[in-house]
């Protein structure tokens, strides 16, 4: 289960009901940050989320209203007696963004930086094995990438395998967790246990962006798509191509083009009071579409 909070949905300033861009993932007991605008803290601690288990922070780029959070959320975990590192991925420029952040703080973990990853990989923290990220190149102002992250699950533990590979039963647990067992000159792996792999989840971002070709083929099949939605009314697309940004209805085409479960749009213009007004021009073209707020939870599960 994958229990995910839009903490902020605002874009360019905060406004009373409306922070900065910020999404909050939990799987597992871990905790996974993308963006971290003005407001974030104040959302996670009205929601209790925790701070002192955010192994990893996905940042879209280095505009102020995704980032400056950062600064007060980085001391607040040091503050929580975090100790483990953190994990901060962003495009180019995060590691100078960053550099910049610690000159005022001091923090008692380390920080690890991946700026501007290539192609599909995984983290090197046992915590968040079963996940994998995706990156894409976007067209905004500045450099700015989107996420893909995918849960997967460990498969189905198979009893006719195990028996068939002469696997005693003291072992079949730990190897279905996935760890080697070495038992005299005998080696035991999870694959000696384990049937077919399960379906996972998979969750895209994509912010800040006019709307590109390479998007559809990299939300493909996601099973919630967060896109901004900047602009609401169609007579804004003036606006839209202007400031680099998307309508309700060029997100939902970019949903339907990828075939996504469900879209969840965000990243609203102070201009627009409520977004609900204009749901019509995205349901219009994609009919599972939920406009954001503040604070929005939904969880996620596994279908298989």
């Not at 003005?38 to 209790?48: C, D, I």
């Not at 963004?97 to 700026?115: R, S, T």
């Not at 395998?161 to 002469?166: D, G, Y």
């Not at 912010?207 to 900047?230: H, K, Q, Y």
């Amino acid at each position: 289960m994958i229990d995910l909070t839009l903490l902020g949905c605002g874009g360019n300033i905060p406004l009373p009901n409306r922070f900065l861009s910020s999404v909050f993932i939990n799987f597992n007991g871990r905790k996974i940050l993308i963006d971290c605008g003005e407001g974030t803290q104040v959302s996670m601690r009205m929601k209790r989320c925790g701070f002192k288990d955010i192994d990893l922070i996905c940042i879209t780029h280095t505009h102020g209203d995704h980032i400056i959070g950062l600064i007060g959320l980085l001391s607040t975990m040091g503050n929580s007696e975090r100790k483990a590192p953190v994990t901060i991925i962003g495009p180019y420029g995060i590691k100078d963004a960053i550099k910049a952040v610690k000159m005022l703080i001091d923090l008692p973990y380390q920080l690890n930086i991946i700026e501007n990853p290539d192609g599909r990989f995984s983290l090197n923290n046992k915590e968040l094995a079963q996940l994998e990220i995706e990156t894409i190149d976007l067209y905004h102002s500045t450099e700015c990438i989107g996420y893909n992250l995918y849960f997967s699950r460990r498969p189905r533990f198979s009893v006719e395998k195990a028996e068939k590979n002469c696997v005693p039963k003291k072992y079949w647990n730990i190897l279905q967790k996935g760890t080697h067992i070495i038992d005299g000159d005998i080696k035991y792996t999870p694959d000696m246990v384990l049937g077919e792999t399960r379906k996972g989840i998979k969750i895209s971002m994509i912010t800040d962006t006019r709307p590109i070709e390479t998007i559809p083929e990299f939300i493909a099949g996601a099973d919630l798509f967060i896109c901004e939605g900047m602009y609401g009314d169609d007579i804004d697309i003036s606006k839209a191509v202007k400031n680099r940004h998307m309508t309700f209805r060029e997100a939902a085409c970019l949903a339907a083009s990828g075939n996504v479960s469900k879209m969840l749009l965000t990243h609203f213009s102070p201009s627009i009071e409520d977004p609900e007004r204009f749901l019509e021009n995205a349901t219009s073209i994609f009919p599972n579409t939920i406009i954001g707020y503040d604070r929005l939870s939904t969880s996620l599960g596994f279908t298989e």
